[in-house]
T-cell receptor, first 114, second 111 residues
Framework: DTGVSQNPRHKITKRGQNVTFRCDPI?????LYWYRQTLGQGPEFLTY????????KSRLLSDRFSAERPKGSFSTLEIQRTEQGDSAMYLC????????????FGQGTRLTVV | AQSVTQLDSQVPVFEEAPVELRCNYS??????LFWYVQYPNQGLQLLLK??????LVKGINGFEAEFNKSQTSFHLRKPSVHISDTAEYFC?????????FGKGTTLSVSS
């Protein structure tokens, strides 16, 4: 097992374009989390899946953001009509049980909106 | 609502010196606390966690932390740091389904 994998590692896009990121969790983990990290801040929770069900969404997840986890395996995070304020590192994590067990993080996707 | 405050944004130390990274928490329910480390261009890695039991928690790489309920603190310590400990350190509290992170402390170890 190679851990949590995120693609792409870097993405530069023009304002107004749509972008999609992918996260492949550790295979037996049924919980998957998306976080956003901006410069000088800690990771901020965006959303959480248990298997294929999206169980919680943060108020940070505006209607331009959508996340899916079809079949409870990989997950995608799409941002529509990107804005400069969306520039950040997007982190994915997975865990076997609840968040109080160890959550394993991917290396993140760095988004730059120009 | 749960929150954590990391009291120092940057901590510079010399190699082999002891270090303490400070974290205070706010929670109205049972507290589960964590320290994660992020090396440059790497994902976050769990250093240690407190769920219950002994208030002194030992983690990886020689780090330890002490849960202090009366002080609402969970400070991270290492008796002797190495150059390789240079990284960003995050304190976090469990909010049930997700972790709430502090803003991080940059530990810079120089020779």
């Amino acid at each position: 097992d190679t851990g949590v994998s995120q693609n792409p590692r870097h993405k530069i896009t023009k304002r107004g374009q749509n972008v999609t990121f992918r996260c492949d969790p550790i295979s037996e983990h049924n919980r998957l989390y998306w976080y956003r990290q901006t410069l000088g801040q800690g990771p901020e929770f965006l959303t959480y899946f248990q298997n294929e069900a999206q169980l919680e969404k943060s108020r940070l997840l505006s209607d331009r953001f959508s996340a899916e986890r079809p079949k409870g395996s990989f997950s995608t995070l799409e941002i529509q009509r990107t804005e400069q304020g969306d520039s950040a590192m997007y982190l994915c994590a997975s865990s076997l049980e609840d968040i109080n067990t160890e959550a394993f993080f991917g290396q993140g996707t760095r988004l730059t909106v120009v | 609502a749960q929150s954590v405050t990391q009291l120092d944004s940057q901590v510079p130390v010399f190699e082999e010196a002891p270090v303490e990274l400070r974290c205070n928490y706010s929670s109205s329910v049972s507290v589960y606390l964590f320290w994660y480390v992020q090396y440059p261009n790497q994902g976050l890695q769990l250093l240690l966690k407190y769920l219950s039991g002994s208030t002194l928690v030992k983690g990886i790489n020689g780090f330890e932390a002490e849960f202090n309920k009366s002080q609402t603190s969970f400070h991270l310590r290492k008796p002797s740091v190495h150059i390789s400990d240079t990284a960003e350190y995050f304190c976090a509290v469990s909010a049930g389904t997700a972790l709430i992170f502090g803003k991080g402390t940059t530990l810079s170890v120089s020779s």
